[in-house]
């Protein structure tokens, strides 16, 4: 198929692409370059050895995605594109509102004009709310605690609306987890612009010497080592995850599924650091700090579903995913360069 995939130059967009192509498709991009760099590009078409159209522009301006689609061929649709900063989205309500709905309205209009309706949406597991039942199952009711979330959980609404009230839909609604790690080829990775939110990429940035040391949020969690768990997915699965979901839902019969994308394991901030400066063989200083407000102790995932339904299964380690972060972040120490 012909897909068409926004956000394709974001982090997680970037690592699907390449796996679309493996898998026989044709890719187009979109993406608005607000919070990613147009030299992904060149090191996806290194990679993938393949020309990929590029289309820049925020798809909340109703005319150009119009035009992307009376122009372009497109059978299929990754939606990646949207705010993302849980922090950012408690200052800047408005904006995380308008910019991840309306570019949802935008493109599902575009979409249903040009008859085409088979759509995977970037979800997050944070749809699950503030105290998830462990290990969180894609029957559980959903919530927010910020406003990034309520746009996940407004969207997965909208998408399911929509599907029962025309059947023509063929929605995946992807549940990720904590998405880390980078292509085994250490040539695109996560490259997060100032300082890093997630753990993953500042733990790197550490390691690489960008950073003097890392705040560990709280070690007195209810869990094994007293620090916050979490279900981090290597983003070469969660790629694969897509690709699984697409092809399900292009020959499915029911209008919409949710999926979560996670391994089931839980991995706490302090085995994080041990398994990163095992990979890299740097060390990893860091203090213990205040509780960040906002996280819970424990986010897991039950993925049964996804499994047995999408015959996928998460197969890489906490130690091959700091491994391949650590081929990134020590080939790009400054991340993307800006031409
Ligand atoms: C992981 C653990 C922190 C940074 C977020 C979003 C979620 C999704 C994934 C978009 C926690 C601890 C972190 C640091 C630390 N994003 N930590 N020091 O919060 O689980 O999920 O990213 O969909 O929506 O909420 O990920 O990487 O920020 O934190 O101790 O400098 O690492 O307390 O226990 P999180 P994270």
Redesign the pocket.
Known sequence: MRVLVSGGAGYIGSHTVIRLIDAGHDVVIVDDFSNSKPTVIGRLEGITGVHLPVHSFDLTDVDKTEHLFAHESIDAVIHFAGF?A?GESVSKPLDYYQNNLDSTFSLMRAMDRHDVRTLVFSS???VYGAEPQLPMTEDLPTSATNP??WT?VMIEQILTDIAASDDRWRIAALR?F??VGAHASGEIGEDPSGI?????P?VAQVAVGRREK?????DDYDTPDG????DYIHVDDLAAGHVAALDRIAKDSSPISIWNLGTGQGVS?LE?IKAFEKASGKPVPYEI?P??VG?IAA?YADPSRANSELNWYATKTIDDMCEDTWRWQSGNPNGYPDA
């Not at 890392?214 to 709280?218: D, N």
């Not at 620090?227 to 979490?230: A, H, K, L, M």
């Open positions: 993302k849980v997050s597991a944070t990034y979330g996940k990720y904590n998405p890093p939110n997630n753990l993953m500042f890392l705040s560990v949020f709280g620090t916050g768990v979490r901030v994080v700090a509780r960040r996280d986010s």
